[in-house]
Antibody, heavy 119, light 107 residues
Framework: QVTLKESGPALVKPTQTLTLTCTVSGFSLNEIGMRVSWIRQPPGRAPEWLGCIDWDDQSFYTTYLKTRLTISKDTSKDQVVLQMTYMEPVDTATYYC???????????WGQGTLVTVSS | DIVMTQSPATLSVSPGERVTLSCRASQSVYTNLAWYQQKRGQAPRLLIYSATHRASGIPARFSGSGSGTEFTVTISSLQSEDFAVYYCQQYNDWPQTFGQGTKVEIK
């Protein structure tokens, strides 16, 4: 059974760095073509793709957040990590990790974790 | 960035009706397009990928069509469990982008 689960702080202060972990099971992060993305969704709004990391460690980021984002993985722990620097209240959202294979949509998602940015 | 525009924003329909939702891309994404259904408090669920392929476990009443810049998803006979928000997403180009969604509500 394929599962993904996000973990991390529910509350961060403005200017702090957010670190979220996605722990996966039922598939390998090393499987050729495998990609895990981070996607966030502010309350009442559409999902927003943030970035991804591929099986071969290539990573891609959304344009306007590129300087604030780092996505890495630890295959020995089956984990993908998102770091987002300089958090602001507008970054308040539910953060999801999700997986995909080439030419396919995101067929498995984590439950999401709500991150609130407030002092 | 490729902008995905969905229409309408909200659709009020009765159970049993046929529903067609639209998604337009600001430039060609070929068939690299997915549709998702999202219910309140849940993660999005993949319905359609590669514009026309139903994902595993998705009922046959859902169908996708289109290529290039114009796409649709059709629900042939709306069931009570289909009332939700629907999003399209392109994965042809970086960054991947989502539409703003269409809410299907009970009439």
């Amino acid at each position: 059974q394929v599962t993904l689960k996000e973990s991390g702080p529910a509350l961060v202060k403005p200017t702090q760095t957010l670190t979220l972990t996605c722990t996966v099971s039922g598939f390998s992060l090393n499987e050729i073509g495998m990609r895990v993305s981070w996607i966030r969704q502010p309350p009442g709004r559409a999902p927003e793709w943030l970035g991804c990391i591929d099986w071969d460690d290539q990573s891609f980021y959304t344009t306007y957040l590129k300087t604030r984002l780092t996505i890495s993985k630890d295959t020995s722990k089956d984990q993908v990590v998102l770091q987002m620097t300089y958090m602001e209240p507008v970054d308040t959202a539910t953060y999801y990790c999700a997986r995909t294979l080439p030419y396919s949509g995101y067929d498995a998602w984590g439950q999401g974790t709500l991150v609130t940015v407030s002092s | 960035d490729i902008v995905m525009t969905q229409s309408p924003a909200t659709l009020s329909v009765s159970p049993g009706e046929r529903v067609t939702l639209s998604c337009r891309a600001s430039q060609s994404v070929y068939t690299n397009l997915a549709w998702y259904q999202q219910k309140r408090g849940q993660a999005p669920r993949l319905l359609i990928y590669s514009a026309t392929h139903r994902a595993s476990g998705i009922p046959a009443r859902f169908s996708g069509s289109g290529s290039g810049t114009e796409f649709t998803v059709t629900i042939s006979s709306l069931q009570s469990e289909d009332f939700a928000v629907y999003y399209c997403q392109q994965y042809n180009d970086w960054p991947q982008t989502f539409g703003q969604g269409t809410k299907v509500e009970i009439k």
